[in-house]
């Protein structure tokens, strides 16, 4: 089983393989020994061939044996990495002034570099490179000038062997963030679903909770206020249509709870039922949208706005009030006015201000819009919300629907 999780939904394969590799870092891994010892396997394995190949500098047995212990020290690199480069330097600078073949080591001093870079801050592995390029360009320079391009090689790969480990830390490091903030992103994104399912609830049982308990008035008031002569077809239809409610609202909060398990991109309600809302709360409707195309979250959020609205005026504005709904879309923006001209909520305490304004402010900021609510100049409440939408469409003026 392969130690290297990739998240799904991605491509599996060499590829992948490979790049998961390369951005983990070389201490997280499940079986760290294992495949330290395996690379310090390779790595001798190559070093041992580069020097074999080396005909004229073939190592003796004293090379042979310093390059197996710089081997063996690299099994350490993964939990101790400047201690195992200082091992591998040790065993590397003595087998360089017995001049054996210079390339044969590479393999191993490249590793052990890397893991250093790889591992640490920048400021430790320029310290550490420093340190062991200039003990290689000296301990070479011992064997006589005419060696001075292999100096400048191994220079080279030794400081290709640092830049790669920086690279790979700073990518790896990036990697991190990035992960880091994909995480916060989808944090925030949980946060603003429960705050999302949170105010459909919220309109949702506040409006059928509402209209249950001016029902239940209505019937209360037949019984006390004629008591010897009971309306029963009265009494009968107010316990009906509270029945009715309870049931509408025990569906509908099933459908809610379906679409928001569902996919966030279920049926949302729009324009078209504000009809139908504002004549259950006996409210006078205005609606004019000069053929403007309404984005379906608009559409959703302004009748959001208007059911809590109308639900808050029957709650608090007292008997006999009188509500208007106003909803026009003018250019860019579709407007919607709802005012009572009842005594309004300021005497309500935070049931309203609480919550229900709130829920509609965050109705409207979900649709980069605004909405302003409060005291009427002249008497009563008013809700101002202004939704952005898109342009309407050329030659689209339907006539105006006024309900």
């Given at each position: 089983?392969?130690?290297?999780?990739?998240?799904?939904?991605?491509?599996?394969?060499?590829?992948?393989?490979?790049?998961a590799?390369?951005?983990?870092?070389?201490?997280?891994s499940?079986?760290?020994?294992?495949?330290?010892?395996?690379?310090?396997?390779?790595?001798?394995?190559l070093?041992?061939?580069?020097?074999y190949?080396?005909?004229?500098l073939?190592?003796?047995?004293?090379?042979?044996?310093?390059?197996?212990?710089?081997t063996?020290?690299?099994?350490?690199?993964?939990r101790?990495p400047?201690a195992?480069?200082?091992?591998?330097v040790?065993?590397i600078?003595?087998?360089?002034?017995?001049?054996n073949?210079?390339?044969?080591?590479?393999p191993?001093?490249?590793t052990?570099?890397?893991?250093?870079?790889?591992?640490?801050?920048?400021?430790?592995t320029?310290t550490?490179?420093?340190?062991?390029?200039?003990l290689?360009?000296?301990?070479?320079?011992?064997?006589?000038?005419?060696?001075?391009?292999?100096?400048?090689?191994?220079?080279?790969?030794?400081?290709?062997?640092?830049?790669?480990g920086?690279?790979?830390?700073?990518?790896?490091?990036?990697?991190?963030e990035?992960?880091?903030?994909?995480?916060?992103?989808?944090?925030?994104?949980?946060?603003?679903?429960?705050?999302?399912?949170?105010?459909?609830?919220?309109d949702?049982?506040?409006?059928?909770?509402?209209l249950?308990?001016?029902?239940?008035?209505?019937a209360?008031?037949?019984?006390?206020?004629?008591?010897?002569?009971?309306?029963?077809?009265?009494?009968?239809?107010?316990l009906?249509?509270i029945?009715?409610?309870?049931?509408?609202?025990?569906?509908?909060?099933?459908?809610?709870?379906t679409?928001?398990?569902?996919?966030?991109?279920?049926?949302?309600?729009?324009?078209?039922?504000?009809?139908?809302?504002?004549r259950?709360a006996?409210?006078?409707?205005?609606?004019?949208?000069?053929?403007?195309?309404i984005?379906?979250?608009v559409?959703?959020a302004?009748?959001?706005?208007?059911?809590?609205s109308?639900?808050?005026?029957?709650?608090?504005?007292?008997?006999?009030?009188?509500?208007?709904?106003?909803?026009?879309?003018?250019?860019?923006?579709?407007t919607?006015?709802?005012?009572?001209?009842?005594?309004?909520?300021?005497a309500?305490?935070p049931?309203?201000g609480?919550f229900?304004?709130?829920?509609?402010?965050?109705?409207a900021?979900?649709?980069?819009?605004?909405l302003?609510?409060?005291?009427h100049?002249?008497?009563?409440?008013r809700v101002?919300?202004?939704?952005?939408?898109?342009?309407?469409p050329?030659?689209?003026?339907?006539?105006?629907?006024?309900?």
């Open positions: 089983m392969s130690d290297v999780n990739t998240p799904s939904g991605t491509r599996s394969g060499p590829g992948a393989w490979v790049t590799m390369t951005h983990r870092d070389p201490r997280d499940a079986h760290p020994l294992r495949a330290d010892a395996a690379l310090a396997a390779g790595a001798g394995l070093g041992a061939a580069i020097a190949a080396d005909t004229a073939r190592p003796d047995t004293t090379g042979w044996a310093l390059l197996t212990v710089a063996l020290a690299l099994v350490a690199r993964r101790h400047v195992t480069l200082a091992v591998v040790a065993c600078a003595p087998y360089q002034l017995l001049d073949a210079h390339m044969g080591p590479m191993l001093a490249m052990a570099m890397y893991t250093v870079a790889a591992t640490g801050t920048v400021r430790r320029a550490v490179g420093a340190c062991v390029v200039g290689a360009i000296t301990g070479m320079s011992f064997n006589g000038v005419h060696h001075a391009l292999d100096v400048l090689r191994t220079s080279g790969w030794l400081v290709a062997a640092l830049v790669f920086v690279a790979l830390r700073n990518s790896r490091t990036y990697v991190a990035q992960r880091a903030a994909a995480a916060r992103e989808s944090e925030r994104r949980r946060a603003e679903e429960r705050l999302r399912i949170a105010r459909d609830l919220h949702l049982l506040a409006h059928s909770i509402t249950i308990g001016v029902r239940t008035a209505v209360a008031h037949v019984l006390t206020t004629t008591p010897d002569r009971i309306d029963r077809a009265a009494l009968a239809a107010a009906d249509s029945a009715d409610t309870c049931r509408e609202a025990r569906a509908e909060l099933r459908t809610t709870l679409v928001l398990r569902a996919d966030e991109h279920g049926p949302l309600p729009d324009l078209t039922g504000l009809p139908e809302l504002a259950g006996n409210a006078e409707l205005t609606l004019d949208t000069d053929g403007a195309r984005p379906p979250a559409g959703a302004a009748y959001r706005i208007v059911q809590e109308l639900t808050n005026a029957v709650r608090h504005a007292g008997p006999g009030t009188t509500a208007r709904v106003r909803v026009q879309a003018r250019g860019r923006a579709l919607v006015t709802v005012t009572d001209d009842g005594r309004g909520p300021a309500e305490g049931g309203f609480g229900g304004i709130l829920g509609m402010r965050e109705r900021r979900s649709v980069g819009g605004t302003e609510a409060g005291p100049p002249d008497s009563g409440f101002t919300a202004h939704l952005p939408l898109a342009p309407p050329p030659h689209s003026h339907p006539p105006e629907a006024t309900a």
